[in-house]
């Protein structure tokens, strides 16, 4: 059976750091598209970052663009999301989630929570003074 699990999760202030992390039980995430979503109180499920396997091609969203960063640590079976300078619009639960490889760009894909097969049970970010 497959599981994703997120860590990494806190309360941080208003421009601090955090780095969140998914890993897998039952199957190599090298092998897959992972996502990285997240939902605030009241809003639906916002895709924030993706990344493909092999060609390594990523997507940020508009509002994370130049403070996130997703990355792959084979090695280790884990698929990092580095943040910094986070604001309190960054508060919410984070989910990760994998994909099967298709044609589909990584943006219509990381936009469209349809084709994720498998997700964690997600980690919660709390960006506050």
């Known amino acids: 059976q497959v599981q994703l699990v997120e860590s990494g999760g806190g309360l941080v202030q208003p421009g601090g750091s955090l780095t969140l992390s998914c890993t897998a039980a039952?199957?190599?995430?090298?092998?897959?598209?992972i996502g990285w979503f997240r939902q605030a109180p009241g809003k639906g499920r916002e895709g924030v970052s993706c990344?493909?396997?092999?060609?390594?091609?990523?997507y940020y969203a508009d509002s994370v663009k130049g403070r996130f960063t997703v990355s792959r640590d084979n090695a280790n079976n884990a698929v990092t999301l580095q943040m910094v300078n986070l604001e309190p619009e960054d508060t919410g639960v984070y989910y990760c989630a994998a994909a099967e490889i298709s044609i589909k760009t990584v943006e219509s894909v990381c936009t469209d929570t349809s084709d994720f097969f498998s997700w964690g049970l997600g980690t919660q970010v709390t960006v506050s003074s």
């Open positions: 990344v493909r396997p092999i060609t390594g091609s990523k």
């Open positions: 039952g199957f190599s995430l090298k092998y897959y598209l």
